[in-house]
């Protein structure tokens, strides 16, 4: 038997419940999940501002052990590592077909087949799919990636979803040397992005939020300057990373940008108004906005590579309210809504 917090909807709790962990299929992977930190879309979902399909089980920012490999299992990680029974792993939110269009465009996220971690409906034959649970059962094409036992389990579930996200964000701007580059926003993924763009070579990097008492956490993750969302930052920065998701932040997005500048939305994944934009202003001044939605494999590795890195670099710990295990679920979600802290963790070891 193995332990799950099921999660209905906005005005229900969560319950605790239980079910016998099956045989594995094909291809599939038996996790020991160890941690599970709370993004802030699972925020959004227990706030009920995203529906999702339920009963389901939260959490996608996990952090496990290889329990057992399934008949015909990957035999190595996406980085060429062996896989084998005790390694620390961490694997994308996304499973999808491998030979699809998307995939092969790099764009596994959105292809044929896709199953996501922490967004499935539990089933009377399928539970063990979210991170609020004491097991994961990776499917087929699910991309793994081995970690470093030393790596703070704590930071090691920031890594499938805040870290590759930011990665994926950076490889969309395009190389960052020498160039200023503005963070829109300074929650996790604002400070994991201020932390990478300080390591891959940005002359400066420039924090906005309204919150005062973030922008100084930024700074010490890098950021060199900051600037409170009404302050002008009028044709300064060369790259705009939007993780706030306000119409405003991306409106303003664009006038920060210098002639040939380049704005990355990531924020906005919730119901949104319409942005308003003037197209010759983009036009004359040559500006390119682009979309991400969740990261590739690509990015995913680059996430494992950076906190690997750099973990002991930047006081990541600093940022997670931990102390809270799966029974107390309930507790955690509505700290993590009520105090809102950068993170909140569920132990699970
Ligand atoms: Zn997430």
Same mark, same amino acid.
């Given at each position: 038997?193995?332990?799950?917090?099921?999660?209905?909807?906005?005005?229900? +709790?969560?319950?605790?419940?239980?079910?016998?962990?099956?045989?594995?299929?094909?291809?599939?992977?038996?996790?020991?999940?160890?941690?599970?930190? =709370?993004?802030?879309?699972?925020?959004?979902?227990?706030?009920?501002?995203?529906?999702?399909?339920?009963?389901?089980?939260?959490?996608?920012?996990?952090?496990?052990? %290889?329990?057992?490999?399934?008949?015909?299992?990957?035999?190595?990680?996406?980085?060429? $590592?062996?896989?084998?029974?005790?390694? +620390?792993?961490?694997?994308?939110?996304?499973?999808?077909?491998?030979?699809?269009?998307?995939?092969?465009?790099?764009?596994?996220?959105?292809?044929?087949?896709?199953?996501?971690?922490?967004?499935?409906?539990?089933?009377?034959?399928?539970?063990?799919?979210?991170?609020?649970?004491?097991?994961?059962?990776?499917?087929?094409?699910?991309?793994?990636?081995?970690?470093?036992?030393?790596?703070?389990?704590?930071?090691?579930?920031? %890594?499938?979803?805040?870290?590759? $996200?930011?990665?994926?964000?950076?490889?969309?701007?395009?190389?960052?040397?020498? +160039?200023?580059?503005?963070? &829109?926003?300074?929650?996790?993924?604002?400070?994991?992005?201020?932390?990478?763009?300080?390591?891959?070579?940005?002359?400066?990097?420039?924090?906005?939020?309204?919150?005062?008492?973030?922008? =100084? $956490?930024?700074?010490?993750?890098?950021?060199?300057?900051?600037?409170?969302?009404?302050?002008?930052?009028?044709?300064?920065?060369?790259?705009?990373?939007?993780?706030?998701?306000?119409?405003?932040?991306?409106?303003?997005?664009?006038? &920060?940008?210098?002639?040939?500048?380049?704005? %990355?939305?990531?924020?906005?994944?919730?119901?949104?108004?319409?942005?308003?934009?003037?197209?010759? &202003?983009?036009?004359?001044?040559?500006?390119? %906005?682009?979309?991400?939605?969740?990261?590739?494999?690509?990015?995913?590795?680059?996430?494992?590579?950076?906190?690997?890195?750099?973990?002991?670099?930047?006081?990541?710990?600093?940022?997670?309210?931990?102390?809270?295990?799966?029974?107390?679920?309930?507790?955690?979600?509505?700290?993590?809504?009520?105090?809102?802290?950068?993170?909140?963790?569920?132990?699970?070891?």
């Amino acid at each position: 038997m193995s332990k799950f917090a099921s999660f209905k909807n906005k005005d229900e +709790k969560f319950s605790i419940q239980s079910a016998v962990l099956p045989l594995l299929n094909e291809g599939e992977i038996l996790v020991k999940n160890l941690c599970t930190s =709370i993004c802030r879309s699972d925020i959004h979902t227990f706030q009920g501002k995203r529906i999702e399909k339920s009963p389901t089980i939260l959490g996608h920012e996990i952090v496990g052990l %290889i329990q057992e490999l399934g008949p015909n299992a990957p035999i190595k990680d996406l980085k060429g $590592t062996p896989l084998k029974i005790g390694d +620390k792993i961490t694997w994308a939110i996304y499973a999808s077909s491998p030979d699809d269009l998307l995939s092969k465009a790099a764009m596994p996220q959105k292809a044929k087949d896709l199953f996501k971690y922490g967004h499935e409906l539990i089933t009377e034959t399928s539970h063990f799919h979210g991170g609020l649970s004491e097991h994961t059962i990776l499917r087929k094409n699910t991309p793994i990636v081995v970690l470093t036992p030393a790596l703070p389990d704590e930071i090691a579930s920031l %890594i499938n979803c805040s870290v590759s $996200t930011v990665a994926g964000a950076i490889r969309l701007a395009g190389a960052l040397n020498n +160039k200023s580059v503005a963070v &829109y926003g300074t929650g996790m993924l604002g400070i994991i992005a201020c932390a990478m763009a300080s390591k891959m070579g940005a002359s400066d990097v420039i924090a906005i939020d309204e919150n005062t008492t973030r922008l =100084i $956490t930024s700074k010490k993750f890098g950021a060199t300057e900051t600037y409170l969302p009404n302050e002008t930052l009028k044709n300064k920065v060369d790259i705009v990373l939007e993780f706030s998701g306000a119409v405003l932040a991306m409106q303003n997005s664009i006038n &920060y940008l210098k002639i040939g500048g380049v704005a %990355i939305w990531i924020g906005a994944v919730f119901p949104q108004p319409a942005v308003q934009l003037n197209a010759e &202003y983009i036009i004359r001044n040559i500006l390119s %906005i682009k979309g991400l939605h969740n990261y590739n494999n690509e990015d995913f590795i680059n996430a494992v590579n950076f906190i690997e890195a750099n973990y002991s670099f930047f006081d990541f710990q600093s940022l997670i309210k931990k102390g809270f295990d799966l029974d107390e679920v309930q507790a955690a979600f509505e700290y993590a809504s009520d105090q809102n802290p950068f993170r909140v963790t569920i132990d699970l070891s």
